[in-house]
């Protein structure tokens, strides 16, 4: 079974954490980044650590909550080799791995609620098989962050 990265700051913390129990649930292995309360702390800490430990193969998959999700889609972002997608539906979770190879999603606390999370992960998680005709393009986006990564 793949193993999940999870990590929120402190809007998120509380979807966070019914995303850890549900993944740990459906007998998912689960390493939680952060945060593990509802102090401040800084979103783009998590999210390097858990696009750091996806891209480092420590696990499979990432999965990042914050307020809207767009700041933590944005770090992850910034490590390189990284796909993070912001998903706020099923739909956008599936085509997130089937269209991009997503190695991460990202979700908003303050947009989404727990029913619908655990939905949006699963959508995120059975979608393994990329689309054939999105290869190219993938190898695209991988192309262009290399060529700028030179510059």
């Known amino acids: ?35 593990y309360d509802t102090s401040p702390s800084l979103y783009p800490d998590i999210a390097e650590k858990v696009a750091l430990a996806v891209r480092d193969r420590k696990q499979d998959r990432g ?10 889609a944005m770090t992850a972002n910034k490590v390189p080799g ?3 997608a912001q998903c706020h539906d099923p739909y956008s979770a599936e085509r997130a791995r089937k269209s991009n190879d997503a190695q991460i999603i990202t979700m908003g606390a303050r947009v989404i609620g727990p029913e619908l999370a655990k939905v949006i992960v699963m959508a995120y998680l059975n979608a393994d098989l990329v689309s054939p005709g999105s290869l190219p393009k993938i190898q695209r986006m991988m192309q262009i962050e290399e060529e700028l990564r030179k510059e």
């Open 63 to 72: 999965i990042l909550v914050c307020g809207t999700g767009i700041g933590m």
């Open 1 to 35: 079974m793949i193993s999940i990265a999870v990590g929120a700051d402190e809007a998120g913390f509380p979807l966070k954490e019914v995303i850890r129990k549900f993944l740990e649930e459906q007998g998912y292995p689960v390493q939680d980044y952060g945060v």
């Open 82 to 84: 990284i796909r993070a």
